[in-house]
């Protein structure tokens, strides 16, 4: 699949991407730089996304095994009892016809066992022997019931969550081939921001160096405190050297703001000056549009990817979700994500020809959208309240009852949408 790129030496202020088909190029681009498959334990592997099949390494169950607590019988009764099979134990062959033992539920049904007789429908008579009738439905499960040895349970690219851990133990796995987790850093621009106290004397509070990594880890990524590095001084040697020294150790480096081409704007002259390639260059997308994502290839010949984030802080968002969303699913190997459907509960205003991402809250008893409040591209209070962005594409509006695609917003490694 080939990615097209731009060079950062081109027009400043190329036409916008379409918002979707930026979707598929930068998942392209990840793809063409999966990261390296590695091996890592059971207990380490949440989070991480398989790199091959899975696969039993026997049938599944390995043996036929009793469902039930009972006696494994021969024969017609009454049956004499010859022994005791609990689970974790071999059990020996029953060879004679009107012969018993007693077995757990769990444990290995004896070769020559006819029936597994339950223990709440037998009795035992005056002379030690066992008595009942036996249901007609084998009460075992049969080798290979679940699956058989080699068989493709979970295709490469499945997110590893403690499902699959625990689906990947009972194959008889003690490691798993996974891709490596993505190393993200994030540099944030501004000498306007304040990071600590209240706003005000006409500076901000910076909002997205404390959140941004929050919702990198949710996309699965690596991010230590000391890859966190801001207010950047706004100067073009200051981001030069800042980029550089993030870029030495993270898979994605992300910015806030500077994505435009104002006066303290360094973010395009520093990719200009570090040889970076741009993957796209503003997206027809409200809010958001001054969104971009670049690329360098090292001296080592791994390619690093910078994730250029619009300072507001709404904005930021809706850039992480349309681009950062899309590079990280191709890095690990992940398919591109399907986004699931809503009903608008409430209209939705467009954007003319860019792409509406409008904040909702999901109603998902009912299937529903409904849109929040407080959601200009520098507030986040309706983000706080939302799940995800309703998609109203370009030339169009959102009607009451318009089915309309939903960007989710992400979730903790193993959680699952309720």
């Known amino acids: 699949m080939r990615t097209e790129i731009a060079s950062v030496d081109e027009a400043a202020a190329p036409p916008p991407a379409d918002w979707a088909q930026t979707r598929s190029r930068v998942y392209a681009a990840g793809l063409a730089a999966a990261l390296a ?22 049938d599944l169950p390995a043996f036929p095994t009793s469902s039930v607590d009972g006696w494994a019988v021969r024969g017609a009764g009454p049956w004499r009892v010859t022994g005791r099979v609990l689970a974790g134990h071999s059990a020996a062959p029953l060879t004679e016809d009107g012969t018993t033992v007693e077995i757990a539920t769990g444990a290995m049904v004896p070769a020559g066992a006819s029936a597994v007789l339950r223990v709440e429908e037998s009795t035992r008579t005056p ?5 009942g009738v036996a249901r007609a439905t084998p009460e075992w499960r049969l080798p290979g019931e679940e699956a058989s040895a080699g068989e493709e349970l979970l295709p490469a690219g499945t997110p590893v969550d403690p499902a699959v851990i625990g689906l990947a133990a009972s194959c008889g796995h003690d490691m798993l081939r996974v891709r490596r987790q993505p190393r993200a850093a994030l540099l944030v621009f501004g000498d306007e921001l304040l990071t600590t106290g209240p706003p005000g004397a006409g500076r901000v509070r910076d909002a997205l160096g404390p959140a941004v990594p929050g ?3 949710r996309y699965g990524c690596q ?23 993030a ?28 040889g970076a390639d741009y ?8 809010p958001g549009f001054p969104m971009l994502l670049a690329r360098l290839v090292g001296t080592d010949g791994r390619t690093r990817f910078v994730a250029g984030l619009p300072g507001n802080p709404q ?20 398919p591109l994500p399907v986004l699931p459907q809503a009903t608008l509960a409430e209209p939705v205003a467009g954007r003319g020809d860019h792409t509406h991402l409008a904040l909702v809250r999901l109603d998902r008893v009912a299937g529903t959208a409904h849109p929040v409040r407080h959601v200009g591209s520098a507030m986040l209070r309706g983000l706080s309240a939302a799940d995800g ?3 109203i594409r370009p030339g169009s509006t959102g009607a009451v009852g318009d089915r309309v695609p939903v960007v989710p917003l992400p979730l903790l490694p193993g959680e699952r949408a309720s």
């Open 37 to 58: 498959a590695v091996e890592r334990p059971l207990a380490e592997a949440d989070g991480h996304t398989l790199a091959e099949p899975l696969t039993p390494r026997t």
């Open 127 to 131: 002379a030690g022997l066992i008595e």
């Open 215 to 217: 919702w990198l880890r």
């Open 223 to 245: 991010v230590r405190p000391a890859d966190v590095v801001g207010p950047v001084a706004d100067t073009l040697p200051a981001h030069v050297a800042a980029l550089r020294g």
């Open 247 to 274: 870029l030495d150790g993270a898979d994605l480096v992300c910015t806030t703001g500077g994505t435009m081409h104002g006066p303290v704007d360094h973010l395009h002259p520093t990719l200009a000056a570090l």
């Open 279 to 286: 993957v796209v260059n503003t997206v027809a997308v409200r």
């Open 315 to 334: 904005s930021a968002i809706v850039a992480l979700v349309s681009l950062v969303a899309p590079l990280l699913a191709g890095l690990v190997g992940r």
């Open 389 to 391: 962005f309703a998609v």
